[in-house]
């Protein structure tokens, strides 16, 4: 049977997408007007509304309804569905789907990525890889249940006031960040955003990234991984990329480099900069 991937666009998917691959947008809202994330709304011009404008916008979760829609429009054309969502614990996104997937018993597997943006991106390409080496759903979808505990996603970000508009971190956390010129340092871990350190500046920021880097087991870099940004330009990245040249040195001639959009950018603001990869693991599929 064929397989469709069903992914939100809080994944920041760049396109185009693989044709068995289906993008539901994410509602974003800057005061009375709603945009679709990646429809009728760029990440470039989502963030020329966010530095221009002075109201903070906001996003909404897809609705049982969409996704029911999105389910049975595959397997009506006879394909089973693996659904790779946000994290469950920074969106309802991921239970509406199950909400509907309960309709299609055996046809829709639901897998919470517990992550965002290029975190949950390429638990997506892990997916198409799996679907390459001929896995159907039930299959891609209990492999990635595993395979998802290795993802790691950190971040430098400008400043930790989105996140607390946002309600995502306390305003005590957000107020010692905005002291002193403090980048913060961020990661996405049991699906929820969690501050790792702060320092004074882009270049000890950077310095700080590349160490929680070097924590883990090391990148595995047989499996997908990636680079973003948050905002109008890539400077920020590209002297990141310069700072962390030993991390890459001699695994990959250019690195992949995305941009984060709307929906997880109203939560971050500009001027952030991330890194999301597999560990190296024994898990199957993992290098040890």
Not at 94 to 109: D, Y
Not at 204 to 209: A, D, E, R, S, T
Request: net charge negative; hydrophobic share 40%.
């Amino acid at each position: 049977m064929k397989v469709r991937i069903i992914t939100d666009s809080a994944a920041d998917l760049p396109a185009p997408f693989r044709p068995e691959v289906t993008v539901l947008p994410m509602a974003i809202t800057f005061g009375e007007e709603q945009y679709l994330d990646g429809v009728d709304l760029t990440h470039r011009q989502f963030y020329e509304k966010l530095i221009e404008g002075e109201v903070l916008p906001t996003t909404s979760q897809i609705n049982p309804a969409q996704f029911e829609g999105a389910f049975r429009q595959a397997v009506d054309a006879g394909e089973s569905v693996v659904a790779i969502l946000l994290s469950s614990k920074l969106s309802g996104t991921c239970q509406s789907a199950r909400i509907a997937a309960e309709e299609f018993p055996g046809h829709v597997f639901v897998v919470d990525s517990e992550n965002a943006t290029i975190g949950e991106q390429i638990l997506v390409e892990r997916a198409l890889e799996l679907l390459d080496q001929g896995l159907e759903a039930a299959a891609i979808a209990a492999r990635l249940e595993e395979e998802k505990k290795d993802i790691r996603l950190v971040a430098l970000l400008d400043t930790l006031e989105y996140l607390k508009r946002g309600g995502r971190i306390s305003p005590s956390v957000a107020l010692v960040g905005g002291l002193l010129s403090i980048k913060p340092v961020v990661a996405v871990e049991n699906g929820e955003v969690v501050v790792l350190g702060k320092a004074r500046g882009s270049k000890n920021g950077n310095n700080l990234l590349v160490q929680e880097i070097e924590k883990t087991n090391g990148v595995d870099f047989a499996r997908p991984y990636r680079l973003a940004y948050a905002g109008l330009d890539d400077g920020l990245l590209q002297k990141y990329i310069a700072d962390s040249a030993s991390l890459w040195a001699g695994q990959a001639e250019t690195l992949p480099v995305g941009t984060v959009g709307g929906t997880i950018g109203t939560h971050v603001g500009p001027g952030a900069v991330a890194v999301a990869f597999f560990r190296r693991s024994d898990s199957p599929g993992g290098t040890p």
